[in-house]
């Protein structure tokens, strides 16, 4: 078979030389200041009879419109009425001569750049291995085989005063492996801290360290062995001198707080990251699916929940679950619709803590279905009237047991009823009961401090129902029916009524996701409700006196990656400018109490205060001894202790609260224009409190 050839066209077009159209690109230095499109061609007849083109870019003149080439410079050799001719030789010459020294300066200065770039690493290798061989020195002069990390304070380098979110990264930094130092210090061998110990004193005030808050430009940091000898801090607490190099002084405001008067909201809150927005949003979807067709499921607590807030969980929803020894749970239902209840407890105090006194039920029209007084089996030694109502001759003339309480509770409730409460575990544990259907207002709602501080059943009662509660004395009825009615009102307008809506997570929840564990601890007096959400569950921990809190930290700081200690406020002017308190208080824990130290009595020093700081300062040395090697230590003080202030901020806050929930009940609260320059100006004054930073070797 032939081999296959293509056949040559008849005509073939044959190029014109004659005929060519030079195109040429116009890219000299006086053209460039056009917009980059193509302008314009100029064609002129060259010596060999061709056409030759132009195109040069257009130029858009000041009001947006293409300007005519006239204003466009034609290169060199181009004809025309508009050509411009070049620059003169000994001009581009110069030119080119200073492009090329800008070029040598450039790299020059890049050069020097990197230079000082890698001496820097240079001197910071260096300083970090100095850093090592004196923490080596150190641990062979003290004669410790357990290898020492280093801390070193760098007051020099802060910006400002210390804030909430960098209190919150030496938390991260001092815990986490990966976390950053934060500006004011650094630790050599960071690997063997392990743990960080926070003290928080409220009433420790930076003036105790012979710091003027009337002084216009307050220092950032103050060196104590600078401090006077006569301060109180400094003449009362040689421990903590002793233990610290410097006292920095920390700012407490905070972006969603007008006036913050603590360090805890900033330094416990962390913003959510966007993957754990997600995760929570998808959580939420599932939860709305699952409870179709219920209208309380959403509000309801989980079982994961409830363990998570320390509810006591009934072997019904875990069969792994044993009971403590004369604990009852519910009796089973029939599995019908969810009926709602609300309880509420009183308590008083005996020889072995808070019992149980008096409960109350009501059922979901408020209709009272219980209200039995119940005499505890211990002696009791304090009724706490102003806020349980309870009385001596209320109790003597009760017969009802908790055992028979229990009995008449469990008549009432069973797993088909959803039962209803404010900070609810704990009732549910003064009756010794457990539940497996529970909604708890306390985690419903938001505190206007944010998680995970609790709101007050008073508060809540006076913002959303506009009523009053507790006026004079608790009522375990009157406060049964306004849970049952904010969870009603919770029900009505959705999952987002009554919360901030700011995206928030607790710093515990961050360090549980990496493995580290933690604890908040708090001296709180027997009537005081609790400061945080009962969400903490058994992270939290509360005591009746400072004594038994350093006891419970002493047993604990070993197990802890982080623990956040809490003192009793003991301000002298919590009740008056004398202070306050009785006189035989047999726990010492009142500032009228025992100090365990000798007082310096100088004529600068209050002795309400020299007293208090010496029993701080006997606290702190109590902690500190019990601390392993290579723990740090934080101790924070709160805002001044200025009377006016803290009245006037008493009456800002009852007037906002007033005023946003726009009820009328109760006299009208005067604000003016000028209560509120006044109160500006006395936070800007107090709102700086104490930081002191140290490890222990």
Excluded at 113 to 138: F, G, P, V, Y
Excluded at 287 to 314: F, N, S, W
């Amino acid at each position: 078979m032939p081999r296959f050839q293509p056949k040559a066209p008849k005509q073939v077009a044959v190029a014109d030389a004659s005929k060519k159209l030079h195109v040429k690109f116009d890219d000299s230095d006086d053209d460039a200041q056009g917009s980059g499109a193509i302008g314009a061609v100029n064609t002129s007849q060259s010596s060999g009879s061709s056409e030759s083109a132009t195109i040069r870019p257009a130029i858009q003149g000041k009001d947006g419109q293409h300007a005519s080439l006239s204003s466009v410079p034609a290169k060199r050799g181009a004809q025309g009425d508009h050509a411009a001719p070049l620059l003169p030789k000994h001009v581009r010459k110069k030119q080119k001569e200073h492009a090329k020294a800008n070029a040598q300066l450039d790299a020059g200065a890049k050069q020097a750049a990197r230079e000082a770039k890698a001496l820097a690493k240079r001197d910071k290798h260096r300083q970090k291995m100095n850093e090592r061989r004196m923490a080596k020195k150190l641990a062979k002069s003290g004669g410790v085989d357990t290898p020492l990390a280093l801390l070193h304070l760098t007051p020099d380098a802060m910006p400002g005063f210390v804030n909430t979110q960098q209190l919150r990264d030496l938390v991260y930094y001092c815990v986490l492996a990966d976390a950053p130092s934060p500006p004011f210090c650094h630790i050599t061998r960071k690997s063997l801290v392990q743990r960080l110990v926070v003290l928080y004193a409220d009433d420790f005030d930076v003036s105790w360290m012979h710091v003027d808050r009337n002084n216009a430009e307050l220092p950032r940091a103050v060196a104590l062995a600078t401090v006077p000898p006569t301060a109180a801090a400094k003449a009362n607490m040689p421990n903590l001198v002793k233990a610290f190099d410097h006292m920095f002084l920390t700012d407490l405001r905070l972006n969603n707080m007008r006036y913050s008067t603590k360090p805890l909201a900033g330094l416990l809150q962390a913003p959510l990251s966007a993957n754990r927005k997600d995760i929570l949003k998808q959580d939420m979807n599932k939860r709305v699916k699952e409870g179709a067709g219920d209208r309380y499921a959403l509000y309801t607590l989980t079982l994961e929940q409830m363990r998570d807030a320390g509810y006591p969980i009934p072997p019904s929803l875990d069969p792994s679950v044993t009971l403590p020894e004369d604990w009852k749970e519910t009796r089973p239902g029939v599995g019908g619709k969810k009926r709602l209840m609300a309880v509420d407890c009183e308590m008083v105090l005996t020889t072995k803590g808070r019992a149980l006194a008096r409960v109350s039920i009501v059922g979901e029209d408020g209709e009272v279905v219980l209200d039995e007084f119940v005499k505890p089996e211990d002696r009791i030694v304090d009724y706490l009237t102003e806020f349980s109502g309870i009385t001596r001759e209320i109790m003597e003339a009760t017969q009802c047991s908790l055992r028979r309480a229990q009995k008449h509770v469990r008549k009432l409730v069973d797993h088909d009823v959803l039962l209803v409460g404010h900070s609810l575990d704990q009732d549910l544990k003064a009756l010794q009961l457990a539940h497996p259907v529970c909604a708890d207002t306390s985690l419903l709602y938001d505190s206007a401090r944010g998680i995970p501080f609790q709101p007050s059943l008073r508060g809540l009662t006076k913002t959303m129902l506009h009523r009053k509660i507790q006026e004079h004395r608790h009522d375990s009825v009157q406060d049964a029916n306004a849970s049952l009615d904010l969870f009603k009102l919770k029900v009505e307008r959705g999952p987002k009524f009554g919360r901030h809506g700011v995206a928030l997570e607790l710093i515990f929840d961050r360090l549980k996701r990496s493995d580290r564990t933690s604890r908040i601890m708090q001296s709180l007096p027997p009537a005081c409700p609790n400061t945080f959400q009962s969400a903490l569950g058994n992270m939290y921990q509360r005591y009746d006196t400072d004594e038994k809190l350093v006891e419970a930290i002493v047993a604990q700081c070993r197990d802890q990656n982080f623990l956040l200690a809490q003192f009793q406020s003991k301000s002298i002017y919590e009740h008056g400018q004398t202070g306050g308190g009785d006189d035989d208080d047999e726990n010492g824990d009142n500032i009228h109490g025992s100090v365990p130290t000798v007082v310096s009595a100088t004529p600068d020093q209050d002795p309400l205060t020299a007293k208090r700081a010496a029993t701080l300062d006997a606290h702190f040395k109590t902690i500190y001894d019990a601390l392993p090697t290579n723990t740090a230590i934080v101790v924070l003080g709160g805002i001044g202790q200025d009377p006016h202030f803290h009245g006037l901020l008493k009456r800002f806050l009852a007037f906002e609260q007033r005023r946003r929930s726009k009820t009328t009940i109760g006299e009208p609260i005067e604000w003016s224009v000028d209560d509120q320059k006044e109160l500006d100006r006395l936070y800007n004054k107090v709102r700086h409190g104490a930081c002191f930073v140290t490890l222990k070797t």
